[in-house]
């Protein structure tokens, strides 16, 4: 299957208001995407469009093979991870559960264990924690760990189930330099484990290697799509963030400047 996600002419309306307005948008095999856009336009609701907990208004979506309408959601699901902010509103099920059970849990997409646990899915979680270098948490209480480590358990956690897709929403918001970095390998690590990345992030320095293409949005509109060396220019990352931004490559990551040191009080006059 060369394409994994497909969206043709997509809408989707809230309230009479368009939040996405006619996306097309394809995700190919062995691509990792990033989805860059200011608040509010519209990153969320389009990750919850591929994982099938919005059905769009008008268009057509095709995730894994499977058309929207046609498809078996619950087993679709099963094929793609979604680490994001919201998991921490069930941080309090996790208080007892060590590292081995919360990565372990991933096999049943919940956060308890549910059903029978092999021999088999615990020697899984054990290489997942080695391979992402995370054997040094063996035997730990979840809730003792760093905001980091967490993060890094929980991306463990959603490779369990070999998803073709990984949807990562923000999964560096709130970490120190070197937490973030942390994450930020063992998101490189993922190539590894044959399944399609789907960033979300505020800060264009998280691209790194592993990325191979960037989706612009704004307003629920695509501004541009494609490979993120021809995506990430001055002109369509200002088009993007409503102002002047300069971006520059180092240790091949992208990094952005404010234009003109603009103060917050400028903003309102400034065109794109
Ligand atoms: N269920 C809903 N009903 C009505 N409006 C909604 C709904 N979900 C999202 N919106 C609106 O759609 C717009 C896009 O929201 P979305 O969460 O997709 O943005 P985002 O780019 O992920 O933002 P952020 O970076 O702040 O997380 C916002 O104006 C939001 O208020």
Redesign the pocket.
């Known amino acids: 299957m060369n394409n994994i996600v497909t969206f043709k002419d997509v809408s989707w309306k809230?309230?009479g208001?368009d939040?996405l307005s006619h996306i097309d948008w394809e995700l190919k095999k062995d691509e990792h995407w990033a989805i860059l856009?200011?608040?509010?336009?519209?990153?969320?609701?389009?990750l919850n469009i591929v994982a099938g907990y919005h059905f769009p208004s008008t268009g057509k979506v095709t995730v894994l093979g499977n058309e929207f309408g046609k498809a078996n959601l619950p087993e679709l699901r099963k094929d793609i991870g979604f680490v994001s902010s919201s998991l921490e509103r069930f941080t309090h099920i996790l208080e007892n559960q060590t590292v081995e059970e919360i990565v372990v849990s991933g096999k049943f997409a919940s956060f308890g264990l549910y059903d029978k646990v092999y021999e088999k899915d615990w020697s899984k979680a054990d290489n997942l924690l080695s391979s992402l270098r995370l054997d040094y948490l063996r035997g730990k209480k979840y809730i003792l760990l760093s905001q980091g480590e967490r993060k890094r358990i929980l991306i463990a956690r959603a490779l369990m189930s070999n998803p073709s897709i990984l949807i990562l929403d923000e999964p560096c918001t709130g970490l120190d330099l070197l937490s973030r970095e942390e994450v930020l390998h063992v998101m490189n690590e993922i190539a590894k484990y044959n399944c399609h990345l789907l960033y979300?992030t505020?800060h264009i320095e998280e691209i790194t290697d592993i990325i191979s293409h960037v989706l612009l949005?704004r307003d629920?509109k695509i501004v541009a799509s494609g490979p993120k060396q021809e995506v990430l220019t001055d002109e369509l990352l200002s088009e993007t963030y409503k102002m002047p931004v300069k971006i520059r490559w180092e240790e091949n990551r992208p990094w952005i400047t404010i234009k003109n040191n603009i103060r917050m009080a400028n903003l309102e006059n400034i065109n794109i």
């Open positions: 809230r309230s208001q939040i856009g200011l608040n509010g336009s519209g990153k969320t609701s389009l979300v505020h949005i629920g």
